[in-house]
């Protein structure tokens, strides 16, 4: 069935074609949307699962734990505020290998206060063992949804997922959307049956505590729990184009790379700003590109050293801060591809924090910027000089 | 045959890492005897959380699922839903948590766990103050007492938080005080919880020889002292009706705080007071069992 | 790359706790009436019943606590030091 869909209520409609079985979750702005509409879903009885509207992000993730900690199928949602709030329980899910996902409508961190389009909420908790997706359009939400309750399913995984989408450029834009029916998606997501799904009939204690003997050895296999998910994530996108015949590009999905002499990498809406730019350059004799980096965690290490061998300049655009030496994404570009041969020059970019619009000249400015300088630098793109902010 | 006065069947291992006495490990033994096996225990950060050594050991012989130390109340509701949502209905939830867990940090999400009125069984195990840690003040540390952060010169100034009149707030259909020196009342209790839906509560008393300072040997011995000196009364609050379970009041304040070296620097007048509150709260718990005698239970 | 989740089910019985022990508790049965208050208030269940109904205390695991001694109404149980 085709539609036209804002972003939130395409996770929500996700959720319940996924048949969810406890949703928990907390209001935040521009989130509430996806919970009003699972919530009016359980009310009409089209999606008979729990729903539980508990007092805090914090109680929304635990519940979520515990839920599947007995082996339910759980969804939560949330953005900047509320998934800071979460982080503690963020590790709780990995190191339990609970299969949550999570819908993340990135949003900036306070304070200020801000409800605008930001990634640095996702971005921040890139240490916290969670899959992490972006996407850049309606379409991709929906579909990411279903792929993410698969891979994180996986029994070689087991890990937790977030699904990001933009603050308002997506939550609350409509877009068409092709929904898929219940039965196709019963094909490609069956039940949910967790290995280690606690029960009375098997008595045992999940959590514990880890002496330093101990310690070291889980965390190794919550890592191996990833790298599976790196390998996983072509299988989920080949079977879903095979049922579905949509083709997301994997983790980082290519255009006009080939020949490039430089390539703009970043994530969410800025993707499909850039894609535009890129065009329009190419038209004006430019030689560039545009890596869209739609899967964070698993980093995809091979995919980056694979187009570092093609392409002598990366222009990292992150929609995030962190501190360090530039974003977090341009750390980990640069970690990827240099090599004691050398590597691309990769040049890092902050630009779009708090909803800060990134119009086509940015992203064109950005990229020229790419080609005219040797040095690996920072800048911040868009800077208003010589007063913080207007009178 | 030896007679009775508890289920015989034990679910809690021995070869646990309890102190010599405690009195936590108590509590969870009768809980374990009253609920049997179809129950799964949800326990945040305390000294529950150690007691049954590493992993892969377990000191209990049901699901214990460790959670976050704030959000036990968050955990019994994830529980409920997810065992529903399995078709698991004949299973009973337990939140088993102790005072600072609940009182303290935890309090948020019980009372979000209560409003909602979740079908579980929650219970507070009180040893008055944070003992997993080194015996640092709780917010349920009753006033005078001693403890790492309520140090000699400033002893715990504010009165113990009364757990009981904020849950009893969330209108629960079932609240109840217990103490390990009367298992068969706790038990009582537990057993009538049963068939009880929505959210039932329980604060037990749980005495700790060395956040206390006394000999291990004591335990039982000042639980029961400090049910019958009515520091500590045993009553229920049953579908909003006061029932005292054990009338009190042949021992004195002076008798109960004078075996505890966390009370040893009291003076005579800081007694006194004492003994004036608890008498207080006694004669404002008899006339709250009073008021009540007509709500149906 | 197999999940290892951290799954515990080994029973804690495992652990010997009888070591902790410095004062060991002995029952003389002439005086025990069986009235169940020792195995009642065991903290680490080391207390059992045999064939007959006495208790039987079990050292693997017994810490000395003490707490049996103190509520034995008949005085049936001595705490004894361990040694040489």
Known sequence: MRTTLTGNHAQSLAAKLARVQVVSAYPITPQTTIVEQIAEFVASGEMPAEFLEVESEHSALQACISAAAVGARTYTATSSQGLLLMHELLHWA?????????????????????????????????????????????????????????????????????????????????????????EEVDAFLPPLTLPYALDPDRPARLGSYMPPEQYMEHRRNVAQGMEAAAEAIGDVERAFFERFGRDHGGALPLFACKDADAVLLTSGTAASTARAVVRAMRADGLKVGLAKLRVFRPWPVEALRELAQRVPRIAVLDRSFTFGFGGALFQEVRNSVQSPKGGPLVRGYIAGLGGRDLVPEMLRGILEDALAHDEPDVSWVGIKEGTAWPA | MARLTIPERELMTSGHLGCPGCGATLVMRYVLKALGPRIMLTVPACCWAVMSGAFPRTCVGVPFLD??????????????AGLDARGMRDVTVVGFAGDGGTADIGLQSLSGALERGVDAIYVMYDNEAYMNTGVQRSGATPWGAWTTTTPAGREKGQEKKDMMRIVAAHDVPYAATASIAFPEDFVKKLEKSRDIRGPRFFHVLAPCPPGWKYPPEETVRLGRLAVDARVFPLYEIDHGRYRITRKAGRRTVREYVEKQGRFAHLTEEQVAEIQRRVDSRWAKLESLEKATAEVHA | MTVRPLWADVPSSVQATGTWRTFRPVIDLSKCTKCNVCWKFCPDVAIHFDGEGFPVIDYDYCKGCGICEVECAPRAITMVKEGP
């Open chain 1, 94 to 182: 990995s190191g339990l290998r609970v299969p949550i996902v999570m819908g993340v409508v990135n949003r900036a961190v306070a304070p200020p206060w801000s409800i605008y389009a930001d990634h640095t909420d996702a971005v921040a908790q890139r240490d916290t063992g969670w899959i992490q997706y972006y996407c850049e359009s309606n379409q991709e939400v929906l579909d990411t949804v279903l792929q993410a309750y698969r891979l994180a399913e996986d029994p070689r995984v087991l890990l937790p997922a977030m699904v990001c989408e933009d603050a308002f450029f997506l939550s609350h834009t409509f877009e068409p959307v092709d929904v898929p029916t219940q």
């Open chain 2, 67 to 80: 959670c976050a130390f704030e959000a036990t109340g968050a955990s019994i509701q994830g529980l409920r």
